[in-house]
Structures are given as C-alpha cells and as structure tokens.
C-alpha cells in the first residue's frame, strides 16, 4: 500500500468492486466504489463524466463532442474517456469558467 497524491491522478474508471486510478500512465487498483472517492475529491478538480469515469481537470486537453450527443475527452497523456450526456452540460459549464479565467 502507498498513497498517491490527488493531483497526480490523472483519471478514474470503476471496474466491479474496485475504481482504477489512473496515475503517470499506470492504473492502481483501489477497492471502493466511485461514490465513495467521489466525496473524498476536491470537485473543483475532479468531475464525474460519466457514470464509471471520473477526471482531473487539470489534466483535461480537450472536449470532443460526438453525434449522439456525448463527448469524447481528450487527456494530456492522450488517453480518451468517455462523456456521456448526463454530465456533459456540467462539464461544459466548468470548461467555460476554465476560458474566461
């Protein structure tokens, strides 16, 4: 066991019993379930995205809308998690406070 600093994941995705870390291009297994993490997270960092993904946006290089009416987000190590609708308006809320800023 160790700890890993907040701002160092990069994103979350649950997986059965466990949430997967995503930290420097590496995933960590953590048993939990994301509600749990969630309120443990800063959410002026970290937003839910999608009902098993999580991410740090910090480390958010771009949103990418898709046809359905979900999104594509593009991670600084180029990794891609999905957005689904249900949070996507939040998320887009965030990105407009991120411009103007």
């Known amino acids: 066991e160790f700890l890993v600093p907040?701002?160092?994941i990069e994103w979350l995705q649950a997986s059965g019993n466990y949430v997967n870390l995503r930290v420097r291009g590496r995933d960590y297994p953590?048993?939990?379930?994301m509600a749990q993490i969630e309120e443990r997270l800063d959410p002026a960092t970290f937003r839910r995205v999608h009902r098993s993904y999580m991410?740090?946006?910090d480390r958010v290089e771009r949103i990418e809308p898709i046809d359905s009416g979900d999104a594509r987000i593009v991670m600084q190590d180029g990794a891609t998690v999905p957005c689904s609708r249900r949070y996507?308006?939040?998320?887009?809320?965030?990105?407009a406070v991120s411009a103007a800023a």
Not at 30 to 33: A, H
Not at 88 to 95: C, F, K, M, N, Y
């Open 6 to 8: 907040a701002a160092d």
């Open 30 to 33: 953590l048993r939990s379930t």
């Open 55 to 57: 991410v740090n946006l």
């Open 88 to 95: 996507r308006a939040a998320l887009r809320g965030d990105a």
